[in-house]
């Protein structure tokens, strides 16, 4: 019952905290791996690769996935209306009060000053996965080609997967690092 | 065509299921099946709609679901439009999660893992660049984003704690900023 309880909270605070769309969960997503131990950080990494050959948000996919992994079924209904559930219940508020919202100063305020912490937040993510991922030698290079290569021109999200899981079957089988 | 439960709940579902890839698919997905195929809303409506939803926190898919969903039907239609929107994204991990726990230890998944591993960091850190260029554009967005960074990175502070203090020190500002204007407009 605590672990549904739980489960059903802690993704409930994600909806109501991470501003900025799909990658704004992670934070709160690795923030549950360290406390919770429903999923690992590393666990956590390979689902948001999952997802991103699967259909949906990333966050419905992970609530859906962690909820699994640590409550079965139930689980995975619970932690993934839990994700959904404050939106609904923003976007209804807001509907009613749309013009007032649109011009208020106040709400202004807010989203100009969410918007920089949310990308701080994601910022904290990626310096965190960085020196917590085994990148090893070949990683680091592969990760600093692909960051170069993006400034010239961004490729499709999947393709950037797409190439670094190749390049992964090809070290590892190639046996150059310890996987 | 009519707009009841069940055709707003299959229309959903069917974006739902083509939203791969992260949500910034959803505007074009959203746009051909309710504003060129169905002629539920227009073009303007919906962008405004998910304007909003990436205004507001959560899922951006789910809060512009939400909305259009409400627009159609009230909140029968949220409730249509949420569900179909996630369904398909909750199926697929499903089904995914018994198939995971038995291919997870094949070296070949393993290194594929590995390798992916860099590639979420390279998504990472187009979406850091992408975010940063339409949320750092002062100094006191600057301001934030730098003690958001730091007191993120000391793993001490709860997320939470860090987005409501730069809500609450941003309605200040803007108060400040507003007053400081007003009075410039005086003299």
Redesign the interface.
Known sequence: MMLYLQLFWQFF?I?????????A????LY?IADKFHWYSP?EL??M??????????????VA??AG??SGG?LG?VLA?TA??L???I???I??KT?EK?KTN??V???????????????????????FT???HLF?TL??IA??IT?FVK?L???L??A???????I???LNWIG? | MDKNFYSIFKTFFKV?????????VILPLLTSELVEKKKWITSEELCEYYA????????????TA??TG??LLG?QG?VAA?TG??L???L???M??YL?SAIVNI??I???????????????????KE??T???NDK???V??????IA??SGKI???I???T??V???????YE?RKNVRKDCE
């Open positions: 605070q909806g109501i905290f991470s501003f900025g769309g799909g990658y969960t992670m934070p709160f923030e590393s990494t390979n948001l690769a999952v997802s991103s050959i699967t259909p949906g948000p990333v966050g419905v996919n859906t996935f699994f992994n079924v995975s993934t994700v959904i404050p939106s609904f923003i976007v209804t807001v509907s749309l919202f100063r106040m202004k305020g807010a989203i100009r000053a969410i918007k920089p912490a949310g990308c701080a937040l994601l910022t904290s993510v990626g310096i965190k996965l960085l991922s085994n990148l990683g592969i990760l692909l960051i993006s961004k499709d999200p999947l950037y997967l190439i670094t899981a190749a390049a992964g079957l070290i590892g089988y996987i | 739902g299921t083509m939203l791969l890839g992260g949500g910034y909003l939803g990436a205004a507001l926190p959560g899922i951006i898919a789910a809060n939400i909305f409400r627009k909140t949220a949420v929107m996630v398909p994204a909750y697929a991990i499903i995914l999660a995971f070296p070949a393993q290194y594929i893992f590995w390798g992916v591993g860099i590639g979420v960091i390279v998504l990472l850190f187009l979406a850091v975010m940063w339409n949320a750092v006191f967005s600057l934030i984003y730098s003690v958001a960074l993120a990175l709860p997320l939470p860090i987005i409501i730069s809500l020190v941003g309605i200040f500002w803007q108060k507003d």
